[in-house]
């Protein structure tokens, strides 16, 4: 195998190019309550395999889940690994993990004391 400098350099500038291109590339958020735990592996940062089939194994034994930081009960999910993968996490079919429906308060207000 002979090597000139004019394919290494092509090499590295491919190289080079993929690498910056794939920082850019954002995957779409996947649903928690859907997904299989290939797509949930492929699609959060830091959730391997394993990780992936017990988040599917914990939604099959306890329903849906309601809430992003609800995985934190699921083992080996850290707060700090949802945090990192917040942006992309949907929770249904257009309920992105951090966003609110419209009109509804983040917090439910206090009731007056009477």
């Known amino acids: 195998m ?3 400098i004019s394919s290494c350099k092509r090499f ?3 190289l080079a190019a993929t690498l910056l291109l ?3 590339v954002q995957a779409e958020p ?3 309550n859907t997904a299989d735990a290939t797509s949930l592996a492929k699609a959060l940062n830091g959730v391997g395999p394993a990780k992936a089939k017990a988040i599917v194994s914990y939604r ?5 889940f309601k809430t992003v930081d609800q995985l934190a009960m699921v083992e080996g999910m ?4 949802i945090d990192k993968n917040r942006a992309d996490i ?4 257009d309920k992105a993990a951090g966003a609110q429906p419209a009109g509804q308060p983040a917090v439910k207000p206090a009731k007056p004391a009477s």
Do not use: C, D, R, Y
């Open 2 to 4: 002979s090597f000139n």
């Open 22 to 24: 794939t920082q850019f």
């Open 78 to 81: 850290t707060q700090k690994l």
């Open 60 to 64: 099959e034994k306890n329903g849906p």
């Open 12 to 14: 590295i500038s491919t």
């Open 90 to 93: 949907k929770l249904g079919a």
């Open 30 to 32: 996947v649903n928690i």
